[in-house]
């Protein structure tokens, strides 16, 4: 390159830099200011009476008592309301719904029956019900058909519509037939049903697939561990969790036999999900490695499960409980009825009201209330990797936090009714209605940095 081209070009980057400067918005952004009645902390279990929270543009800058409230900020008034942050649902699948008509309730269906376009429009759907129940963060753990999880992750991030911030898995990875047992036609061909699951078995190919998942977004990487009697090994494990940490993603196993959580928890697993194969000694041993627990604990409700089903999630949840595992609040749910209407009102229940719906079975198992907050708040965010960026209600993180009526650290039912949401410093519900319009973009507001890794 000649001397002049190199002059020319660094005056044009230099003023480029400042014309950037002059028209890029404002770092700092409005400033909001929140009267909280009470704001609660997880982390500690307690709760402070009369706390102001100011909010700059996407994050929070200050919390306490006696904050003046800068001239010209936006005041919400929560006084009468408890300010908490936002929740957390650790397991569940926003891009999936199988249904007893017309699949009579057998996923291979789904998956036949519904593009990955129409799952991925549903998962829009699911992800603005849950927000508006007070999920602002989810962990997305497969079954997105391929790759509605991602593109649900970067539509949101890039500010064309309202949702929980997504921790996506992208594709379940597994051992020949992932969960299914499927046709030999289908697995020999790959052609139907098979965007739901990648087959890795040898170790070349768990490092195929992990990659895979993490160049089209996946945030956390989820294992089948012993969705087949072939498993996968403790090194293999280890393999994937050295794999994933190179592009900052964690390792979640899906476990269903007690072999498989000792494969797990040996190789040091990041998060186990489900609890139904897990022992008293595997509860122990996670408490000892701060292995977190998805339990996917579904309660007994008119319109799922069975009295013993319940009886055995409850026993293994407050195992796991007294045993000090580190638990976050999991649904697991891909699933829809006729019969999921509300008891009073006779309305349909959304994924949201589904969701906290949950809360019966920690309330079954005897958990204090302080304990499901922080399940279903700070672990939770820890188990998304998120802990850092967003969550608790602290200086420097992205203002996402709720507002109830009554006080969750006593009544855990009081988050069953979200009066106020906002995320990312903008408000999306008040007053207990949805008022999503500043969440609508025809364009990113928000070029996704770090759009496919950490
Ligand atoms: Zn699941």
């Not at 949401?421 to 949805?434: A, C, E, L, S, T």
Request: glycine content about 8%.
């Amino acid at each position: 390159m000649k001397k002049q081209t190199i002059t020319f070009c660094l005056l044009s980057l230099s003023l480029l830099a400042s014309l950037t400067a002059a028209q890029a918005p404002a770092q700092s952004g409005p400033i909001t200011a929140i009267k909280a009645g009470r704001l609660i902390d997880p982390e500690t279990g307690t709760a402070a009476a009369n706390q102001v929270i100011i909010i700059e543009g996407e994050k929070i800058k200050e919390v306490g008592a006696n904050l003046a409230i800068p001239a010209g900020a936006t005041v919400i008034d929560l006084s009468k309301f408890t300010v908490l942050p936002g929740l957390v649902d650790a397991h569940t699948h926003m891009a999936i719904t199988y249904k007893e008509q017309p699949e009579n309730n057998y996923y291979y269906l789904t998956y036949v029956m519904d593009s990955t376009p129409l799952r991925a429009i549903q998962a829009a759907s699911n992800g603005i019900q849950l927000l508006n129940s007070g999920f602002t963060v989810i962990r997305d753990v497969g079954n997105n058909a391929l790759y509605a999880d991602t593109a649900l992750r970067q539509a949101i991030e890039q500010g064309w519509l309202p949702g929980p911030t997504v921790i996506p898995s992208g594709i379940i990875i597994g051992g020949t037939g992932g969960q299914f047992w499927p046709t030999p036609e289908m697995y020999k061909q790959h052609n139907i049903v098979y965007p739901e699951y990648l087959d890795a078995n040898t170790r070349d190919e768990i490092v195929r697939a992990v990659r895979e998942n993490m160049l089209f977004g996946a945030r956390t990487i989820k294992l089948c561990i012993d969705c087949k009697p072939w498993g996968y090994s403790v090194e293999d494990i280890k393999l994937a969790i050295s794999e994933a940490a190179k592009g900052g993603c964690k390792v979640d196993g899906h476990v269903q036999t007690p072999e498989g959580a000792q494969r797990a928890i040996d190789a040091g697993i990041y998060i186990i999900s489900h609890g139904n194969a897990l022992t008293p000694e595997h509860h122990r041993q996670m408490a000892e490695k701060g292995i977190f627990l998805a339990g996917t604990d579904t309660p007994f409700t008119k319109y799922r499960g069975s009295e013993a089903a319940f009886k055995q999630t409850v026993a293994k949840l407050r195992d796991a409980w007294e045993k000090k595992v580190p638990l976050t609040f999991s649904t697991d749910l891909d699933y829809w009825n006729e019969r999921m209407k509300d008891e009073k009102t006779g309305e349909w229940m959304s994924r949201g009201d589904l969701t906290i719906a949950f809360l019966d079975t920690w309330k079954a198992a005897g958990i204090p209330a302080a304990d499901i907050l922080r399940a279903i708040t700070i672990n939770g965010y820890k188990a998304a990797d998120i802990i850092k960026e967003r969550g608790p209600i602290k200086p420097g993180l992205f203002a996402d936090m709720i507002a109830v009526a009554g006080d969750p650290l006593t009544d855990i039912d009081a988050l069953r009714n979200v009066q106020f949401v906002m995320k990312n410093g903008m408000v999306f519900k008040k007053d207990g209605v949805m008022s999503p319009e500043k969440f609508f973009h025809p364009g990113p507001v928000r070029i996704p940095s770090g759009r496919y890794t950490r």
